[in-house]
């Protein structure tokens, strides 16, 4: 078997992790989804404050200086009335289209 086995290969099993240290991430994973799922079922925010750090929808105003909306054409899940009642409103989007932009 040694004539087989390049001795870096013997060690990589003992540097596996083991199933047992895993089970953390996987009940966090978990935990993240129903937080989501939760998250999903709630009504859409009606105030600008509502919105302001909210996990899943973004403000364009709520921009901060290296953050961007990365398609200008990303769907928009709602509009936030605004000042006149007469006015369309701002317009607020999913999270998963924000990036932050690096120099």
């Not at 013997?10 to 089970?23: I, P, Y």
């Not at 000042?83 to 607020?92: T, Y």
Request: charged letters at 25%; a negative charge; aromatic letters at 6%.
């Amino acid at each position: 078997m040694k004539e087989y086995c390049d001795p870096d290969t013997a060690l990589t099993g003992d540097l596996r992790a083991r199933e047992s240290t895993m089970e953390p991430e996987i009940h966090d994973a978990v935990d993240a989804e129903c937080i989501q799922n939760c998250l999903r079922q709630l009504p859409l925010p009606r105030q600008v404050s509502d919105l302001k750090n909210y996990p899943l929808y973004v403000l364009q105003r709520h921009l901060l200086k290296f953050e961007v909306i990365h398609t200008p054409d990303a769907p928009v899940i709602g509009f936030l009335k605004v000042g006149k009642i007469d006015s369309m409103g701002e317009p607020f989007s999913s999270r998963d289209y924000l990036h932050i932009c690096h120099t």
